[in-house]
């Protein structure tokens, strides 16, 4: 509905897309946010700030008023997105052999704090994305195989800008997280430059560009087979104290 506010609509996350058990996928909901904000459009980056952890199977009320969109649940403010001027630098390109072949050195295998998450957990085919980012030889990223399922479509069978940013989401965790360590995704910022195919196989790519204290940074990307950029973010993910 329209009020005076601006744009407003009452949403809920079901349990398909959780992170940490109870909570939403950090990508997910992020993603979810952006496009409230900015629709189909892909001329511009958006940055988003995950306040609190949103639960699941939950009435929420998203608003979108100019160049800000945020998510509440009652008082909390849980998820805010404001558009940025800014190019997201990508990781570089790997080949999509190269990027499965490195899977098999994915730490979450050894040791997953959150095994159900949507993007990296350990679940059926279809169900979840099942990207395992591991180390890429030679390089300092890790990469994983994307086979996009097609069961991540929306009612008109287009992917989703939420299913895309869900992608982005956990590989920069996992290029700093050993075994069974983990952190929780604080602000995601992404550029969606051309749309996902259900069915088709993709490059995600990612690498750690810092710590400060509690606060691990890391960048990522999605590349078609020829080595086409889809899409980039950058991530910081807070350590829990």
Same mark, same amino acid.
């Given at each position: 509905?329209? *009020? !005076?506010?601006?744009?407003?609509?009452?949403?809920?996350?079901?349990?398909?897309?959780?992170?940490?058990?109870?909570?939403? $996928?950090?990508?997910?909901? !992020?993603?979810?946010? @952006?496009?409230?904000?900015?629709g189909?459009?892909?001329?511009?980056?958006?940055?988003?700030?995950?306040?609190?952890?949103?639960?699941?199977?939950?009435?929420?009320?998203? /608003?979108?008023?100019? $160049?800000?969109? *945020?998510?509440?649940?009652?008082? $909390?403010?849980?998820?805010?997105?404001?558009?940025?001027?800014?190019?997201?630098?990508?990781p570089?390109?790997?080949?999509?052999?190269e990027?499965a072949r490195?899977?098999?050195?994915?730490?979450?295998?050894?040791?997953?704090?959150?095994?159900?998450?949507?993007?990296?957990?350990? /679940?059926?085919?279809?169900?979840?994305?099942?990207?395992?980012?591991?180390?890429?030889?030679g390089?300092?990223?890790?990469?994983?195989?994307?086979?996009?399922?097609?069961?991540?479509?929306?009612?008109?069978?287009?992917?989703p800008?939420?299913?895309?940013?869900s992608?982005?989401?956990?590989?920069?965790?996992?290029?700093?997280?050993?075994?069974?360590?983990?952190?929780?995704?604080?602000?995601?910022?992404?550029?969606?430059h051309? /749309?996902?195919?259900?069915?088709?196989?993709? @490059?995600?790519?990612?690498r750690?560009?810092?710590?400060?204290?509690?606060?691990?940074?890391?960048? @990522?990307?999605?590349?078609?087979?020829?080595?086409?950029?889809?899409? !980039?973010?950058?991530?910081?993910?807070?350590v829990?104290?």
């Open positions: 509905m329209t *009020t !005076a506010a601006g744009l407003q609509t009452v949403v809920t996350v079901p349990a398909r897309f959780r992170g940490p058990e109870g909570s939403a $996928n950090g990508g997910w909901i !992020a993603g979810t946010v @952006s496009e409230a904000l900015h189909a459009r892909h001329d511009s980056a958006v940055e988003v700030t995950l306040h609190a952890p949103t639960p699941l199977e939950t009435e929420l009320d998203l /608003r979108q008023l100019a $160049n800000t969109a *945020t998510l509440t649940h009652g008082e $909390n403010l849980l998820v805010e997105a404001i558009t940025v001027a800014e190019d997201i630098e990508a570089a390109f790997a080949p999509f052999a990027a490195a899977e098999r050195g994915f730490a979450g295998l050894k040791g997953h704090a959150f095994p159900g998450c949507f993007t990296c957990g350990l /679940r059926e085919p279809g169900d979840g994305l099942r990207i395992f980012p591991g180390p890429l030889e390089t300092d990223l890790v990469a994983a195989g994307w086979r996009v399922p097609m069961t991540v479509t929306d009612q008109d069978g287009v992917v800008d939420a299913v895309v940013w992608a982005l989401d956990c590989a920069t965790g996992w290029a700093h997280f050993a075994p069974g360590e983990f952190a929780l995704l604080g602000r995601l910022t992404a550029q969606v051309r /749309r996902v195919y259900p069915g088709g196989t993709y @490059s995600v790519v990612a750690a560009t810092g710590r400060e204290g509690r606060k691990l940074f890391g960048e @990522s990307a999605i590349y078609e087979v020829d080595g086409t950029l889809v899409a !980039a973010a950058k991530a910081t993910w807070i829990p104290a």
